[in-house]
């Protein structure tokens, strides 16, 4: 029987990565779906005519457990979130709503359905359902260590990355307690052309395609100099596939390993159109962070040698790629009015 899988923050880049990539090992895949008419759902629904969807939000408890009820999944991902960094300034309290207390909501369900009480410490799980938490390298924050590994310190910079690590150490907990399969990847900064337009990543591949078909001149940016470790969204789905397919739950870091600068980024975005990123890119103040997170890089090794995972684009084909994408969605807008671009990624 194909096993079930349910995947919150469908609509979301990862969601859509993930679900391709679990149809394609033959699951039966549910995306969970908030709002009575998520203008997203078109866009994740075109690609997969076979998946699934089913109402909830990480804001309601009763609908988590209803949706953990119909699906009966075999495995559960918890991709759902608030995933701006910057909105967490503006709107701590509902990120730690979302991203803090909605991974609690998320194990409470999956312990309701499969019938766990909370006196039954490491006991078997009554149905075997596998959790998985997207934790963040924002939970490093200022590292205590480069690169960083799973025994890294966490301290986290903005309301988000403590709300991350809230979601990180509850679903810990939840294993420790109840003999809970969950699990927490600690994934670093992973792009496509499907990211949100909000991320530095995608922000200057539109900028680009953007100045190279002359609607506009000139990019703001804010800080130049922080360090990420970037790597391909869909590349990351596989991980998050594996880490629920081991004998032994167990967190894992997942990146590249090497990292680059914004400045990196612009550059070679700009260098593949036939541009000089210094004609164009100029520093907003605004767009600088109350407390940034200078450098960010995975240590690698226990992902490798364990889950045997290794990234397949490099970050110079990832900025190629998301350009050229972007050169054809800013196009096509062009062509139809906007009508084609919105709802596509
Ligand atoms: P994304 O594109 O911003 O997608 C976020 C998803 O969360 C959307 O589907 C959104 O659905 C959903 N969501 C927001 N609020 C919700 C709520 N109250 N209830 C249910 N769903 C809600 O993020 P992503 O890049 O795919 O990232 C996926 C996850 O990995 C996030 O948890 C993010 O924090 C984490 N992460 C991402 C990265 C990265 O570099 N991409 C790295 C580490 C960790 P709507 O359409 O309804 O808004
Ligand atoms: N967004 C944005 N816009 N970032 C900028 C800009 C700009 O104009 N200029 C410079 N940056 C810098 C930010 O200050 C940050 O240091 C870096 O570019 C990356 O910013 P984002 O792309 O917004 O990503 P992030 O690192 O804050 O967070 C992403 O990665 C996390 C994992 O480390 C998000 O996907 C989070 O959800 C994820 O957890």
């Not at 029987?1 to 990565?17: E, K, N, P, V």
């Not at 002359?214 to 789905?237: E, H, K, T």
Request: glycine content about 8%; hydrophobic content about 40%; overall charge negative.
């Amino acid at each position: 029987m194909a096993r079930r899988a349910l995947i919150t923050g469908i609509t979301g880049q990862d969601g859509s990565y993930l679900a391709e990539h679990l149809l394609g090992q033959g699951y039966q895949v549910w995306g969970l779906m908030r709002g009575q008419a998520n203008p997203r759902k078109t866009r994740v629904s075109r690609l997969m005519s076979e998946l699934s969807f089913v109402d909830g939000d990480l804001m309601d408890q009763a609908s988590l457990v209803s949706a953990v009820d119909l699906v009966q999944p075999d495995e559960v991902y918890n991709l759902g979130a608030i995933s701006f960094v910057p909105m967490s300034w503006q709107q701590a309290e509902l990120v730690t709503e979302v991203n803090a207390m909605g991974v609690l909501r998320v194990l409470e369900a999956i312990r309701m359905v499969s019938g766990l009480s909370s006196s039954r410490h490491n006991g078997e799980a009554a149905k075997n359902i596998r959790f998985y938490q997207a934790s963040s390298s924002e939970m490093f924050g200022k590292a205590a260590e480069t690169p960083q590994r799973e025994t890294t310190i966490f301290h986290p910079r903005s309301p988000y990355g403590v709300a991350k690590a809230y979601g990180h150490f509850i679903t810990r907990n939840y294993r420790e307690s109840f003999g809970m399969y969950a699990v927490g990847g600690i994934l670093f900064n992973h792009e496509s052309p499907r990211r949100g337009a909000e991320f530095v990543t995608r922000k200057i591949s539109l900028g680009v395609a953007k100045i190279k078909l002359g609607l506009q001149d000139r990019l703001a940016l804010g800080n130049l100099d922080a360090l990420r470790d970037w790597g391909f969204a869909g590349d990351y789905v596989r991980a998050m596939h594996l880490m629920l397919q081991q004998d032994e739950p167990a967190d894992y870091v997942v990146g590249t390993g090497e990292m680059h600068s914004v400045r990196d980024a612009a550059r070679i975005a700009f260098d593949h159109v036939g541009l000089n990123w210094e004609d164009h890119v100029h520093i907003d103040p605004a767009l600088v962070r109350p407390a940034e997170v200078e450098v960010l890089c995975a240590d690698t090794t226990r992902v490798r040698q364990e889950l045997r995972w290794a990234p397949q684009v490099d970050f110079a084909s990832l900025m190629t790629m998301m350009v050229d994408a972007d050169l054809k969605h800013v196009a096509a807008e062009q062509e139809y009015g906007g009508l084609l671009a919105a709802g596509s990624w």
